[in-house]
C-alpha cells in the first residue's frame, strides 16, 4: 500500500515575511512572528496571529502553575505586581512580548483590508473587545494587499 504524502510547506515554501502564511503551522507561525518582532508594515494570517497569541496566553499560566507544584503555595493573583521569581519570568516575558503582539495585531488588521489604527478599539471596554476580537478572527480579503510593501 502506497499513499502520497501531502507535501509539507517549508522555508523555501513559504511567502515573505510581509506577505501572509495561511495555515501556519505553529513552529512556522511563533518563528515569523518572532522574525517580524517590530514589523507593523505587511500583512499576517490568523495562523499567524492566533499561534502567538496562544503561547502569550498559556505562559503565565504554566509558570504559575509549575510554581504551585513545586512550592505548594497555590494562591489567586495577587494585587502586587512582582512577589518572587516566577513573577518576574512572566513580567520579562510580557514586556519582552509586548511588541510583537502589537506588530503582529497591526499586520492582522490589514490582512483584513482594515488600518492597524483599528486596534484602538482595545481602548473601548467589552464592545471594543469584542469588536476587534472579531475583526482579527476574519478571513483575509484581497484588498489587503493594498498594505503590501512596494518591492523593487
Known sequence: MTSEATPRPNRLTEPPLTRPYVGAP????????????????????????WWPMLVIVLFP??????????????????????????????????????LPMLAVTWRRLHDTNRSGIWFFLIFLPLIGWIALV???????????????????
Open 26 to 49: 505553529p513552529l512556522a507561525a511563533l518563528r515569523r512572528w518572532m522574525q517580524n518582532y517590530a514589523t507593523f508594515r505587511g500583512r499576517a494570517s490568523r495562523s499567524e496571529f
Open 61 to 98: 499560566i504554566v509558570v504559575q502553575v509549575l510554581n504551585g507544584f513545586a512550592t505548594g503555595d497555590w494562591r489567586p493573583i495577587d494585587t502586587r505586581v512582582v512577589q518572587d521569581l516566577p513573577d518576574v519570568i512572566v513580567l520579562v516575558f510580557s514586556l519582552a512580548t509586548l
Open 134 to 152: 472579531i475583526m482579527l478572527s476574519i478571513r483575509g480579503e484581497r484588498g489587503g494587499a493594498r498594505f503590501d510593501p512596494i518591492e523593487a
